[in-house]
């Protein structure tokens, strides 16, 4: 089974300009979530959707971060503008609500430097 | 609102050393427990998921333990090797809702 697949792995920008990040999660998982991990931090929820739908969005700072999921299956996260305190590596998982374990599987994540 | 704290923050081991990792979390209404290891510059490893209505899991060296009603959980290394080094987090959730991690525990075994 694959597993939870990102694109790209790094990429640097400079502030103000934007940028995009893609997941594909585990084929057949309907739950879909965006981390934003800070060094020396653990991941905190930016979004989460259920099938293309948004669940929680609370904590998606929406003056410049978007997030969407097309057909409930890819997604995209865009940054316009970015932040130098937007450097970070933002993490894709994904989870299935079979046999009720809910257990998230995540990717490889992409790694954000703004200069 | 949920917080979740691990002790230590970092920790230094010869090889072959057994040890725990210390995990405590506000709000014993949790659904799952994760447990997983992030090695430098890559993404999280899944390595151990506890239920609320469970007390432990192991895998190979590994044993997680979980005291839902004190809000605390433990991961049990065994025979500690240097390939055991990376970052260790852990992180609940409520069915079906985003995890909630602490800051972890970056680990270094040396030989």
């Known amino acids: 089974e694959a597993g939870v697949a990102q694109s790209p792995r790094y990429k640097i920008i400079e502030k103000r300009q934007s940028v995009a990040f893609w997941c594909n999660p585990i084929s057949g998982h309907a739950t879909l979530y965006w981390y934003q991990q800070i060094l020396g931090q653990g991941p905190k929820l930016l979004i989460q959707?259920?099938?293309?739908?948004?669940?929680?969005d609370s904590q998606l700072p929406k003056d410049r971060f978007s997030a969407e999921r097309l057909k409930g299956v890819d997604s995209t996260l865009k940054i316009q503008p970015a932040k130098l305190e937007d450097s970070a590596v933002y993490l894709c998982?994904?989870?299935?609500?079979?046999?009720?374990?809910?257990?998230?599987?995540f990717g490889p994540g992409t790694r954000l430097t703004v200069t | 609102k949920q917080e979740v704290t691990q002790i230590p923050a970092a920790l230094s081991v010869p090889e072959g050393e057994n040890l725990v990792l210390n995990c405590s979390f506000t709000d014993s209404a949790i659904y799952n427990l994760q447990w997983f290891r992030q090695d430098p510059g890559k993404g999280l490893t899944s390595l151990l998921l506890i239920q609320s209505s469970q007390r432990e899991q192991t895998s190979g060296r590994l044993n997680a333990s979980l005291d839902k009603s004190s809000g605390r959980s433990t991961l049990y290394i065994a025979a500690s090797q240097p390939g055991d080094s990376a970052t260790y987090l852990c992180?609940?959730?409520?069915?079906?809702?985003?995890?909630?991690f602490g800051k972890g525990t970056t680990l270094s075994v040396s030989s």
């Open positions: 998982a994904s989870s299935s609500r079979d046999r009720t374990v809910y257990e998230q599987y």
């Open positions: 959707f259920q099938n293309n739908g948004v669940v929680d």
């Open positions: 992180a609940v959730n409520q069915a079906g809702t985003a995890l909630i």
